[in-house]
């Protein structure tokens, strides 16, 4: 497969710095701009995956009419937590 290139991106200098200097041992500017721009990809892949089963959730909720509070649901979180700890 051919690999394409992104546009250019211009920035003001502090954040060129600022971004240099967390670059890891043997990282380059480049690698480190690929390697946000998969994390931010795969970040909203996620994001938009969870809001689509909130609005499955949501749908179902008001065929059953089944709705749990807000308390409830964080109980029974803390609990699953105090287990796995």
């Keep these: 497969m051919k690999t394409a290139t992104i546009p250019a991106l211009r920035v003001e200098p502090k954040l060129r710095e600022a971004a240099q ?10 690698s480190f701009v690929e390697e946000s721009l998969r994390n931010n990809i795969e970040r909203r892949l996620h994001n938009q995956a969870f809001i689509a089963r909130g609005l499955v959730s949501r749908e179902e909720a008001k065929i059953s009419q089944e709705y749990y509070s807000a308390e409830s649901v964080l109980a029974e979180l803390g609990e699953m937590l105090k287990q796995a700890q």
């Design 21 to 30: 200097s967390v670059l890891a041992s043997g990282e380059t500017l480049s």
